[in-house]
């Protein structure tokens, strides 16, 4: 079993950065690739960005292409956002998620991901 527990949100100016962290723990978690989702109140909850097992391919959303970046370190077992020129628009609750499959490719779709932690809220004003 994986547990995830993400932190590092706040609130923030339009234009700043923030690193949003997720800790996880379970012996598996080298083995899957890890996503970040983010809902807004009211709306359904969409992809972010992806990881692969071995960090070594990764893939966003295009709304956050070229700002944010997802990375790993599974020594230490952690994922995370580095989101720079953050955007009203960004504001939401920010999830970290491990995929169902081992050793995959990585997912865009929230449906290939198993295990959820409890999110932290990004607020970004203008």
């Known amino acids: 079993q994986v547990q995830l527990v993400e932190s590092g949100g706040g609130l923030v100016q339009a234009g700043d950065s923030r690193r949003l962290s997720c800790a996880a723990s379970?012996?598996?978690?080298?083995?899957?690739?890890m996503g970040w989702f983010r809902q807004a109140p009211g709306q359904e909850r969409e992809f972010v960005a992806r990881?692969?097992?071995?960090?070594?391919?990764?893939y966003y959303a295009d709304s956050v292409k070229g700002r944010f970046t997802i990375s790993r370190n599974n020594a230490e077992k952690r994922i995370y956002l580095q989101m720079n020129s953050l955007k009203p628009e960004d504001t939401a609750i920010y999830y970290c998620?491990?995929?169902?499959?081992?050793?995959?490719?990585?997912?865009?779709?929230?449906?290939?991901?198993?295990?959820w932690g409890q999110g932290t809220q990004v607020t970004v004003s203008s």
């Open positions: 990881i692969n097992w071995s960090g070594a391919s990764t």
């Open positions: 998620a491990r995929e169902g499959v081992p050793y995959g490719s990585g997912s865009a779709e929230r449906e290939a991901y198993i295990s």
């Open positions: 379970g012996r598996t978690f080298s083995s899957y690739g």
